[in-house]
């Protein structure tokens, strides 16, 4: 039974008696965080949930509430001028979103950004977006360079927080983002997947 030593970013370090093949997502578990909360960073980069635990130290940082690694991830509602990003980050990743409709979400308060502190640098601007209409999620996106260090992740959590309830319909090469975060799936009557999570 490995013992691992897991400092949560801004709130301290604890360790943490493992079983041989436990994953990082045992490792947040232990900690009491969800992966929609929480990740687990090792050499500063995230690894994925299902990933057995390959190291005796391992940073986790709250992805809501941020903190001061460089990889700190905020969320906040989208404010009226970020519509021009939020569109670039949407068209970026070839999602169909109408400009008209993401404002009017916008203004309904639906429409989420993400934002990622680099240590020398507070003003940053949106690298992620969610967009969502009721609990349908329209549209989840991140700029590319910003992939992989939980900003899709931070995204749906906060809008889980919003509503209690999330829907998204999906092709199947983003399935394993929607699985990584629990979404219960089936094939929807248009052919393309549907997740739902609660």
């Keep these: 039974m490995p013992t ?3 400092e949560v970013v801004g709130e301290g370090t604890r360790e943490l008696r493992l079983d041989a093949d436990a994953t990082y997502g045992d490792l947040l578990k232990a900690l009491d965080f969800s992966p929609h909360e929480a990740t687990a960073l090792v050499d500063g980069a995230p690894v994925p949930e299902d ?10 940082l709250r992805l809501i509430k941020g903190g001061s690694d460089a990889t ?8 009226p001028d970020d519509h ?3 569109m670039r980050i949407v068209d970026g990743a070839m999602l169909d979103a109408d400009a008209s409709t993401v404002r009017e979400r916008i203004d309904d308060g639906t429409v989420l950004v993400a934002t990622v502190a680099d240590r020398d640098d507070d003003a940053v601007a949106p690298v992620g977006a969610l967009v969502r209409d009721g609990h349908r999620v329209t549209a989840v996106a991140t700029r590319r360079r910003y992939r992989d260090r ?9 809008a ?4 209690g309830r999330l829907v998204a319909e999906f092709g199947p090469d983003v399935r394993p983002f929607y699985e990584s975060l629990e979404f219960e799936i089936e094939t929807a009557e248009s052919g393309r997947l ?5």
């Design 84 to 86: 021009l990003d939020v």
């Design 51 to 60: 990933r057995s635990v390959d190291t005796d130290r391992v940073r986790v």
């Design 150 to 158: 939980g900003v899709g992740t931070a995204l749906v959590s906060a």
């Design 4 to 6: 691992v030593r897991a």
């Design 160 to 163: 889980l927080d919003d509503c």
């Design 194 to 198: 549907r997740g739902q999570l609660q």
């Design 72 to 79: 700190a991830v905020a969320v906040r509602r989208a404010r």
